[in-house]
């Protein structure tokens, strides 16, 4: 029998030991190009920064954030919502050069009741899409295979950034 470890989700799901307040609003701290390459923080913008899925679907999901905390999209203001929408056209791009993938998922879940894993704080989901990416694994085994590290990931796509 073979066996896949991936320890490091067990700090998400099993572990109860989560930090208190907002994730997104403690990344969004600006501590330095050393702690944001620690954090995996691609990129910052006047009103959103961009980080890799710590607990990724895919290589290459990226979370786009708006600095304010805000629970839902008609909450925020145009800049704001403009800015997201051009960070997602360039994560795009460069996950295209990067993984040519044969296409995207692009989305939010609003709402604990759509799903949002931290629904006092929307972002937008990006992640590259491969046929045949979600195989029995995912699935059945409800276990995701990524074929390389988030801190590979990170370097290939900080230099577009």
């Known amino acids: ?32 190009a050393e702690a944001d390459a620690s954090r995996y923080v691609l990129y910052r913008g006047e009103h959103n920064y961009i980080v890799l899925n710590l607990y990724p679907y895919t290589s290459g999901h990226a979370l786009i954030v708006p600095y304010p905390h805000l629970a839902l999209l008609s909450e925020a203001e145009k800049q704001v919502t403009d800015e997201m929408m051009d960070l997602a ?20 879940n609003l709402g604990a009741a759509a799903g949002a894993g931290v629904a006092e704080h929307f972002h937008l989901h990006l992640m590259p899409r491969w046929f045949g990416d979600s ?26 950034f």
Not at 8 to 29: D, T
Not at 89 to 108: F, H, K, S, T, V
Not at 143 to 149: A, G, K, S
């Open 89 to 108: 056209r360039r994560m795009q791009q460069a996950l295209g050069e990067i993984y040519r993938p044969d296409g995207y998922n692009l989305g939010m």
């Open 1 to 32: 029998m073979d066996f896949l470890w991936s320890p490091w989700r067990f700090q998400y799901v099993g572990s109860g030991q989560r930090e208190k307040g907002c994730i997104f609003c403690r990344l969004a701290e600006n501590h330095g």
């Open 135 to 160: 195989n029995f694994m995912t699935t059945i085994g409800e276990t995701r295979v990524l074929p390389e590290t988030l801190a590979d990931t990170y370097q290939k796509l900080k230099r577009y």
